[in-house]
């Protein structure tokens, strides 16, 4: 009894902090949000989150502004949001490269793993395999043939060095045994561009860039990776299906905030993100643009950070791939 008297204002403080973090988190937000995009503005991702910040604008009557901060393979943005207050009024738009920079940066001035908590994984997508329809090939098992009879002739482009393109591409070589010459852009639409003038045969990139110059007939689709056929693109097998196995992956989207962040605070930025992402309008505006949504819970964005930092991991181990 006379211990339990001595815990007892330990106990008291603890509880009244457990109350004061459960009211911070009901009466949040009372301010402006700043949502980062580490991203320059226009493409499809970008357009996701100010989609997003609208509709959390307009559910919790405060402002959610989003501010770009491009540059460093998205590192000038992350760091923005790994130093800043706990609180919950900066948060950070993030894709799957988050779990690709470690292992082909020599240094980030923040911990990946670490200095963030998960929010939402909000959406993914597949990568896929695109070429200009002067390629000789109309199948992915074709271009393969192509590439192990002329070895190092071919080139693919991507998005940027070090990126999921670029990892994409290397464990399409790796799994096939061929060879093809790297070229990298800044950013997908050049990338894009390249390979419809037929500066660059192949592209390695997500399926919703390359899905309106595929539709138009400026670039012919192989497959995509992943696990079903995808409903922008229903006449384009899988890797599975096409022959070549081990290429199950997407390219996610999500929103991290500050490890300090208050978990009752994180729960419900994830809770009303998932909400809006569930909208009838929203969800078909989103489908439309290629994206699967996922609208995850904050664990369940944590998990896939995790595998996919430990899956690319491998593969730059094993390639030597550096984006310096």
Excluded: C
């Excluded at 990892?167 to 790297?182: A, K, N, Y």
């Amino acid at each position: 009894m006379h211990a339990l008297l001595q815990r007892l204002p330990q106990m008291l403080i603890a509880l009244a902090a457990v109350a004061a973090l459960g009211a911070q988190a009901q009466d949040y937000p009372t301010k402006a949000i700043r949502f980062i995009a580490p991203i320059p503005p226009g493409g499809s991702t970008e357009v996701l989150a100010r989609d997003v910040a609208q509709k959390l604008s307009e559910r919790w009557g405060q402002p959610v502004v989003v501010e770009n901060r491009p540059g460093g393979a998205g590192s000038i943005g992350s760091a923005v949001v790994a130093h800043a207050p706990g609180d919950g009024y900066t948060i950070l738009l993030v894709n799957s490269s988050h779990s690709i920079n470690p292992h082909v940066y020599k240094s980030l001035p923040f911990d990946a793993l670490k200095d963030f908590a998960p929010v939402s994984l909000m959406t993914d997508l597949p990568m896929g395999v695109f070429v200009n329809p002067s390629v000789p090939a109309k199948t992915l098992a074709e271009l393969v043939a192509l590439m192990k009879a002329q070895p190092g002739k071919f080139s693919f482009a991507t998005s940027g060095n070090g990126g999921a393109g670029h990892l994409t591409g290397q464990m399409f070589m790796q799994q096939t045994g061929t060879q093809m010459v790297h070229v990298p852009y800044r950013g997908s639409a050049l990338a894009v561009n390249d390979v419809v003038a037929g500066q660059v045969p192949v592209l390695l990139a997500d399926a919703p860039v390359a899905a309106p110059h595929v539709r138009s007939g400026a670039l012919r689709a192989l497959a995509v990776t992943s696990a079903q056929r995808i409903a922008s693109m229903p006449d384009v097998p899988t890797f599975e299906e096409a022959g070549v196995k081990g290429m199950d992956l997407s390219v996610w989207i999500g929103v991290l905030t500050s490890a300090q962040t208050p978990p009752a605070i994180v729960k419900k930025l994830s809770d009303t993100i998932a909400a809006i992402l569930k909208e009838p309008a929203m969800a078909e505006r989103v489908r439309g643009r290629g994206f699967n949504i996922v609208a995850s819970t904050p664990e369940e964005f944590a998990a896939v950070i995790r595998k996919d930092y430990d899956r690319f991991g491998e593969v730059v181990r094993a390639t030597g791939v550096k984006a310096e």
